[in-house]
């Protein structure tokens, strides 16, 4: 799997097609696919590139949770990992998040690292383990803790958060977060003077690709 990371970043693995639909399980990404809500069969994507552990993310979880809302009948949403440098914890809570969804709850142990953010944004070590094992007992009571914290080290899962990050920085030239495509068309909140601003180009602009 490492070898097809390093292929993936020399450029002898070609996503420059697909890069911007719903990428499947493969062995370059851990064997496991993009995260998808909604209408995955819809001609519209919502692509998010997002970093767990930064603020303006969690600012943008309710406005991202409110257009699925209003188009999960219409638009696929994919969420993929875009951990930055500058906060520690970001890639260990994309893993947990991973590690969540491989019992189901991907959507639901990210919403709450979101909500929850404080609690685990500061701590290191035995803590910050605790703190994430704790929210995903909170988003998952019959949940089997035991495997989910056995999997926050799965080489994997390290794979999968490893490949959205390439891919965001190699062909969507990522290079901060919250970073939104719709259909490859770039969103950024930055232009923007509020969040439900942003909100409302987003939604302008999956209505006017429906209508095509």
């Known amino acids: 799997i490492k070898d097809d990371i390093k292929k993936l970043r020399q450029?002898?693995?070609?996503?420059?097609?697909?890069?911007?639909?719903?990428?499947?399980?493969?062995?370059?990404?851990?064997?496991?696919?993009?995260?998808?809500?909604?209408?995955a069969?819809?001609?519209?994507?919502?692509?998010?590139?997002?970093?767990?552990?930064?603020?303006?993310?969690?600012?943008?979880?309710?406005?991202?949770?409110?257009?699925?809302?209003?188009?999960?009948?219409?638009?696929?949403f994919v969420f993929r990992h875009y951990p930055l440098q500058?906060?520690?914890?970001?890639?260990?809570?994309?893993?947990a998040a991973e590690s969540a969804g491989l019992q189901?709850?991907?959507?639901?142990?990210?919403?709450?690292?979101?909500?929850?953010?404080?609690?685990?944004?500061?701590?290191?070590?035995?803590?910050?383990?605790?703190?994430?094992?704790t929210i995903f007992k909170s988003i998952a009571p019959k949940g089997d803790v035991d495997?989910?914290?056995?999997?926050?080290?799965?080489q994997n899962l390290i794979t999968k958060v490893t490949f959205d990050h390439d891919l965001?920085?190699?062909?969507h030239h990522v290079n901060s977060t919250p970073s939104v495509f719709v259909n490859g068309k770039e969103f950024s909140v930055l232009n923007y003077t509020t969040l439900n601003d942003f909100y409302n180009a987003v939604q302008t602009?999956?209505?006017?690709?429906?209508k095509q």
């Open 41 to 76: 069969n819809s001609k519209v994507i919502v692509l998010e590139y997002a970093d767990l552990q930064c603020p303006g993310c969690a600012a943008l979880m309710l406005y991202m949770s409110g257009l699925y809302k209003n188009n999960s009948d219409n638009v696929a």
């Open 168 to 171: 965001g920085r190699l062909y």
């Open 205 to 210: 602009e999956i209505n006017t690709l429906l």
């Open 11 to 39: 450029g002898k693995i070609d996503y420059s097609k697909i890069y911007n639909e719903i990428i499947p399980a493969t062995a370059v990404n851990g064997n496991i696919g993009d995260h998808v809500r909604g209408n």
């Open 104 to 133: 189901g709850y991907f959507w639901e142990m990210t919403e709450a690292l979101y909500s929850q953010q404080g609690t685990w944004a500061n701590k290191s070590g035995d803590e910050l383990r605790e703190s994430y094992i």
């Open 147 to 154: 495997k989910f914290t056995a999997y926050l080290e799965n």
């Open 86 to 95: 500058m906060h520690p914890n970001a890639g260990v809570a994309a893993v």
